[in-house]
C-alpha cells in the first residue's frame, strides 16, 4: 500500500495505491484527515486502487462527510474498475461525482 500526499495549484491530492481495506484503513483515514485538516481543497485519487472493501468504501463516505463538516472541498479523482464495481454494489455510484481525468492535471 501507497499513499502519497501531493500539493498542487491550490489543491492537495492524497494518491491511493494498492489496497483500499480494512488492513489499510488506518494509515489513509489518518492520511486524508491530516489533508482535510490543512487544506481547503482536497482531491482523493483512486485511480491505483486495486481492492476496496467496505472499510475502504467508509473512508470515501467518512472523508465526504467530515470535508462538509469543515466547510472544506473534496473531490475524488481517478475513477476505475475496482472502485465502479464496489460503488455499483452499494448503490452508491451517483452519490460519489468523480472529476474528469482532465481535471485532475489541470
Not at 472493501?53 to 467518512?62: K, N, S
Not at 455499483?88 to 472529476?99: D, P, Y
Amino acid at each position: 500500500m501507497s499513499i502519497d500526499v501531493i500539493n498542487e495549484s491550490g489543491r492537495c491530492r492524497v494518491r491511493i495505491e494498492d489496497e483500499l481495506t480494512i488492513y489499510t484503513a488506518g494509515a489513509v483515514t489518518a492520511s486524508i484527515r491530516d489533508a482535510l485538516a490543512a487544506n481547503d481543497n482536497v482531491a482523493i485519487d483512486v485511480g491505483g486502487v486495486t481492492e476496496i472493501d467496505t472499510a475502504g468504501l467508509q473512508i470515501l463516505l467518512v472523508a465526504r462527510k467530515e470535508a462538509m463538516l469543515k466547510n472544506r472541498a473534496v473531490s475524488f479523482v481517478g475513477q476505475n474498475r475496482v472502485v465502479d464495481e464496489c460503488l455499483r454494489l452499494m448503490n452508491l455510484a451517483n452519490f460519489f461525482q468523480f472529476e474528469a481525468p482532465a481535471a485532475l492535471a489541470a
